[in-house]
């Protein structure tokens, strides 16, 4: 028997998020809640196309690429996601340019793929995987 597919799909805590940031302004009415009815929407879509799913919620940096690190230390991945509310804001630039070198560092093996917004992780993963 195989092994599902394995992936982790690695974002911010919606809650910690700064939606009146200027880099969201072509995102009127998003929030915290959107975000994460998105997030929680493609994690189903995956799961029932067969993914063995793993949503790592991260603070905007301080304890981030440790918790990147511990879950990457404890599982292998096949596919590793890197959500758009860290590569588009650029106040967390430096905290994706991290979380891509913990990636790198601990599962080089994975394919790496960026979704455009909250709910659209399943095309991403589709894309690779």
């Known amino acids: 028997m195989q092994d599902k597919t394995r992936v982790m799909v690695i974002g911010i805590e919606p809650s910690l998020i700064d939606f009146t940031a200027p880099d969201l302004a072509n995102s009127p009415g998003l929030n915290a809640e959107k975000?994460?009815?998105?997030?929680?929407k493609d994690e189903a879509a995956l799961i029932q196309l067969?993914?063995?799913?793993?949503?790592?919620?991260?603070?905007l940096g301080e304890t981030a690429a440790a918790v990147v690190?511990?879950?990457?230390?404890?599982?292998r991945y096949d596919c590793i996601v890197i959500g758009a509310g860290i590569r588009v804001l650029a106040s967390n630039f430096l905290l994706f340019e991290k979380l891509i070198?913990?990636?790198?560092?601990?599962?080089?093996?994975?394919?790496?793929?960026?979704?455009?917004?909250?709910?659209?992780?399943?095309?991403?993963?589709?894309?690779?995987?």
Do not use: I
């Open 50 to 59: 067969g993914y063995d799913v793993q949503l790592c919620l991260t603070d």
């Open 101 to 129: 070198n913990v990636v790198h560092a601990h599962a080089p093996e994975a394919m790496l793929c960026f979704n455009t917004k909250p709910d659209d992780t399943a095309e991403a993963v589709q894309r690779w995987v």
């Open 69 to 75: 690190e511990s879950e990457l230390q404890h599982r």
């Open 35 to 40: 975000v994460l009815a998105g997030l929680k």
